[in-house]
């Protein structure tokens, strides 16, 4: 039912949704869940901060502003794709695509942060517990949040896939932790009616550390892009497939991929035939360049060997000798 709801979304907001390498398509992607994020967020919060204060629970009004936290992670987004979209230009020779890394770090770093007050707050309540009234109206919310919660998760994972963007991916967890921590609170509040009170508060506790650890692996995979990491073997194996099946190719080599929001550059060193003048080598490194960009999205920049013949064997003189 999610995937239908979130492709008619992709299909009526998003103008040539197809062509998810254009960056202001991509950049349209960004916006659709950011959008509908900070939206479905802020309602979602506006509830939760009303049945925290009714029924004074603790767990309750940190999941509200948890939920709070993710408006503003979503506006970061927002701001990310909106900055990442811009061409290159002399202080930013390779474009602005690293900007949806500073967007999730944003996001990651927001999650810790909110995790860590709520935890002091959860665990001041299990030191000094309060009551926490059942209500029927507010356990209904925390269903109601926990399905809106889920569905926001699909959705900024199944448009976080369709571009390979992992500032829609944090974002995703993100209302997917929310979403589990309004089961937890809903399960918290029904506990209180069979008489166990310190639920609220133990919960709480699970919800902060939750909310913290999911921070603590975003920004983890989001440190690795900002310093770079290496290409897949299958990345590689791919180009080399792709420069060899060229023409003239007779090897490649020191191959580095570096990469820049959804935009890859490469440099490679091919091997030709030393025969060969300096226009037919030259026009084997265009169709290289032109074919991996067409075919695989990639910037590269060629750098001409010519073959390195092995030597043939040497072997020994012989001649013949007659002994008397």
Same mark, same amino acid.
């Given at each position: 039912?999610?995937?239908?709801?979130?492709?008619?979304?992709?299909?009526?907001?998003?103008?040539?949704?197809?062509?998810?390498?254009?960056?202001?398509?991509?950049?349209?992607?960004?916006?659709?869940?950011?959008?509908?994020?900070?939206?479905?967020?802020?309602?979602?919060?506006?509830?939760?901060?009303?049945?925290?204060?009714?029924?004074?629970?603790?767990?309750?009004?940190?999941?509200?502003?948890?939920?709070?936290?993710?408006?503003?992670?979503?506006?970061?987004?927002?701001?990310?794709?909106?900055?990442?979209?811009?061409?290159?230009?002399?202080?930013?020779?390779?474009?602005?695509?690293?900007?949806?890394?500073?967007?999730?770090? %944003?996001? &990651?770093?927001? *999650? @810790?942060?909110?995790?860590?007050?709520?935890?002091?707050?959860? /665990?001041?309540? !299990? =030191?000094?517990?309060?009551?926490?009234?059942?209500?029927?109206?507010?356990?209904?919310?925390?269903?109601?949040?926990?399905?809106?919660?889920?569905?926001?998760?699909?959705?900024?994972?199944?448009?976080?896939?369709? %571009?390979? &963007?992992?500032? *829609? @991916?944090?974002?995703?967890?993100?209302?997917?932790?929310?979403? /589990?921590?309004? !089961? =937890?609170?809903?399960?918290?509040?029904?506990?209180?009616?069979?008489?166990?009170?310190?639920?609220?508060?133990?919960?709480?506790?699970?919800?902060?550390?939750?909310?913290?650890?999911?921070?603590?692996?975003?920004?983890?995979?989001?440190?690795?892009? @900002?310093?770079?990491?290496?290409?897949?073997?299958?990345?590689?194996?791919?180009?080399?497939?792709?420069?060899?099946?060229?023409?003239?190719?007779?090897?490649?080599?020191?191959?580095?991929?570096?990469?820049?929001?959804?935009?890859?550059?490469?440099?490679?060193?091919?091997?030709?035939?030393?025969?060969?003048?300096?226009?037919?080598?030259?026009?084997?490194?265009?169709?290289?360049?032109?074919?991996?960009?067409?075919?695989?999205?990639?910037?590269?920049?060629?750098?001409?060997?010519?073959?390195?013949?092995?030597?043939?064997?040497?072997?020994?003189?012989?001649?013949?000798?007659?002994?008397?």
């Amino acid at each position: 039912m999610f995937t239908k709801i979130n492709s008619f979304l992709v299909r009526k907001f998003i103008p040539n949704w197809q062509d998810t390498q254009d960056a202001s398509v991509r950049a349209s992607y960004g916006y659709l869940e950011g959008y509908i994020s900070v939206l479905g967020n802020f309602l979602l919060f506006v509830l939760k901060l009303i049945g925290g204060l009714w029924i004074n629970s603790i767990s309750l009004l940190a999941d509200a502003f948890h939920t709070l936290s993710d408006v503003l992670t979503s506006v970061a987004v927002i701001v990310g794709f909106k900055v990442s979209k811009k061409p290159g230009d002399k202080e930013h020779p390779f474009g602005h695509g690293r900007a949806e890394y500073i967007a999730t770090f %944003i996001v &990651s770093t927001l *999650l @810790i942060i909110v995790g860590i007050e709520f935890l002091k707050g959860s /665990i001041d309540k !299990l =030191l000094h517990p309060e009551p926490t009234h059942y209500n029927h109206i507010v356990f209904g919310i925390m269903l109601f949040s926990t399905l809106a919660k889920e569905w926001l998760y699909n959705l900024a994972k199944y448009l976080g896939l369709k %571009i390979d &963007s992992k500032a *829609l @991916i944090a974002d995703a967890w993100h209302h997917r932790s929310d979403a /589990i921590a309004s !089961l =937890l609170i809903g399960i918290a509040l029904y506990g209180t009616k069979l008489g166990f009170n310190n639920l609220d508060a133990i919960l709480g506790v699970i919800v902060s550390f939750m909310i913290m650890y999911t921070g603590y692996e975003l920004i983890k995979d989001c440190a690795n892009d @900002i310093i770079g990491t290496a290409p897949s073997p299958e990345l590689i194996e791919q180009i080399k497939q792709e420069v060899l099946s060229i023409s003239g190719t007779e090897n490649v080599h020191q191959i580095e991929v570096h990469k820049y929001g959804q935009k890859q550059y490469a440099y490679m060193h091919i091997e030709v035939d030393p025969t060969l003048n300096t226009l037919q080598s030259h026009e084997i490194a265009d169709t290289v360049m032109n074919n991996l960009n067409e075919k695989l999205g990639i910037a590269a920049l060629v750098h001409i060997d010519p073959v390195q013949k092995k030597p043939a064997p040497h072997k020994p003189l012989v001649t013949d000798q007659s002994f008397s």
